[in-house]
């Protein structure tokens, strides 16, 4: 895109600019938000910039990265980077660090977590790189404008306040002031007009489609009959659903049973995913919280319905912050790779080990909610997701009350008012040992790698104490020993 030289002198015409203009240097911490998902191009091209100018030593501060940022191994390897922060590692880069490509320890942290980490300055910010779908040449930027519309900037906004200096990079400049700002021209430093910053037509890849197999619509008609038959959701509630596809499917069963009683909830938490969206428009949910946007259609919502409201990644979920959403909810319904007997959840690495996944905002959410449903099928691709142990605890046990599979549900002891309710209704649950024994007759259970030896990342817990180490593999050679 071509820039007017009568623009102000926070527009610049390329990366490299940006990074000379913002004073960027070895060794300083920069940021990157996953609005654009698997569609980013931001973060690779700034890496570029950054690696052109000769800049090393880098800290990398990542709400999530996706396999669209493999990329980041070149980097890593030629120094340019020497640390990672994230939510989440998959593809080739978490191979890349599970067989021992870093030096230092992946750090590992929910959405809250990150938000209090770089409040308190744990993981301070020197540069925040924000991908914004529109800017003006003031700096007022968002991500519902511009052919990239993507939806919330919840975790942007955030770095935006926390960082010594903020960097907007746009495919869309406008000379007039914006109509909607998610980021105002005062945390605004410089502003850098690319030609693209992704793909937003991406937003939806992976996990985020809903699932139409058997065994996820039992999962989902299981969670529906438990939440309406113990009377858990009631006109008035406030509600998170997971990302993942069988949540997404739990919409669908609530929304004939709300429509006929008249209910609405009072408001939905987090991820904001189409089909949320719908039930905004059907008037059975009041109000959309909106941290992350799932759907591209998102964008156009954001701006036409005054009940959805974009919202920080502080006020979504930072555990220092009393006035944060998730503690005000009633209902939580997240996915798990895993579950074991004491009933911690994993949603970072397979039985194997390999990195494959995000914390997100799990942690926080189970924490929080007064009640917290997790959903998984009993077996996955023949290997079960009912453990002895798990092998990275990512959410304590002591934050999850249910579990449902297409097998059932399994309610913990600790909860007598929702078994009491449950038998009152005639619906049979289980324990958690009894669905360990069935996934045990069914498929055994998988020999784990040993663990032992260096550890490749760290995952903590949401006020930043390690909760789970995850080891470089014995098997992997690892570039650094």
């Known amino acids: 895109m071509k820039v007017d030289a009568a623009f102000p002198d926070k527009v610049v015409r390329s990366l490299e600019d940006a990074v000379e203009r913002i004073g960027l240097g070895d060794g300083m911490t920069v940021s990157f938000h996953h609005h654009l998902r698997e569609g980013d191009r931001v973060l690779l091209a700034v890496l570029e910039a950054v690696r052109k100018k000769g800049i090393r030593g880098l800290t990398l501060c990542a709400s999530s990265l996706m396999r669209c940022h493999d990329g980041l191994i070149d980097f890593l390897r030629d120094g340019t980077v020497i640390r990672v922060d994230s939510s989440g590692l998959r593809g080739r880069l978490g191979q890349f660090v599970r067989q021992g490509g870093m030096k230092q320890p992946v750090i590992l942290r929910s959405h809250g977590g990150r938000a209090r980490a770089v409040a308190d300055g744990e993981r301070a910010i020197d540069i925040a790189f924000i991908a914004a779908s529109a800017s003006d040449i003031y700096g007022n930027a968002n991500g519902v404008q511009g052919d990239n519309a993507f939806g919330s900037l919840g975790y942007g906004i955030w770095d935006s306040f926390q960082a010594k200096k903020t960097v907007i990079v746009t495919d869309h400049l406008s000379q007039s002031l914006l109509p909607y700002i998610s980021i105002s021209q005062s ?127 502080n006020t979504y979920a930072n555990p220092d912050n009393p006035s944060n959403m998730v503690n005000d909810l009633d209902i939580a319904i997240l996915s798990a790779l895993e579950i074991d007997l004491d009933w911690n959840i994993n949603v970072l690495t397979g039985s194997d080990g390999v990195l494959m996944g995000a914390i997100g905002g799990h942690p926080d959410v189970a924490e929080a909610s007064k009640l917290t449903i997790v959903v998984a099928p009993l077996i996955r691709e023949r290997i079960p997701i009912v453990v002895d142990r798990v092998r990275t605890v990512v959410t304590p046990g002591k934050d999850i009350d249910i579990f449902v599979c297409d097998w059932g549900i399994a309610v913990k002891e600790e909860r007598e008012d929702i078994r009491r309710s449950l038998t009152e209704k005639g619906i049979r649950f289980h324990t958690m040992k009894e669905l360990f024994e069935k996934a045990t007759r069914l498929v055994g259970q998988v020999k784990k790698e040993e663990t032992g030896g260096r550890p490749v990342a760290w995952v903590q817990d949401r006020r930043g104490r390690v909760l789970s180490e995850i080891y470089e593999s014995e098997t992997s050679g690892g570039e650094h020993r």
């Open 187 to 313: 945390h605004t430093d410089c502003i850098a007009v690319v030609d693209s910053i992704g793909n937003r037509g991406l937003l939806k890849a992976g996990a985020l489609a809903e699932k139409s197999d058997p065994l996820s619509t039992a999962i989902a008609k299981n969670v529906a009959t438990l939440l309406l038959a113990t009377g858990i959701a009631r006109n008035g509630s406030s509600i998170q659903m997971g990302s993942g596809g069988v949540s997404l499917k739990v919409i669908r069963y609530l929304k004939e049973a709300f429509l006929e009683r008249g209910w609405r909830f009072r408001h939905a938490v987090g991820g904001i995913t189409g089909g949320l969206l719908n039930a905004l428009e059907e008037g059975w949910i009041e109000a959309l919280m909106d941290v992350q946007s799932f759907d591209p259609a998102a964008a156009v919502s954001i701006l036409r319905n005054r009940n959805h409201h974009e919202i920080d990644v």
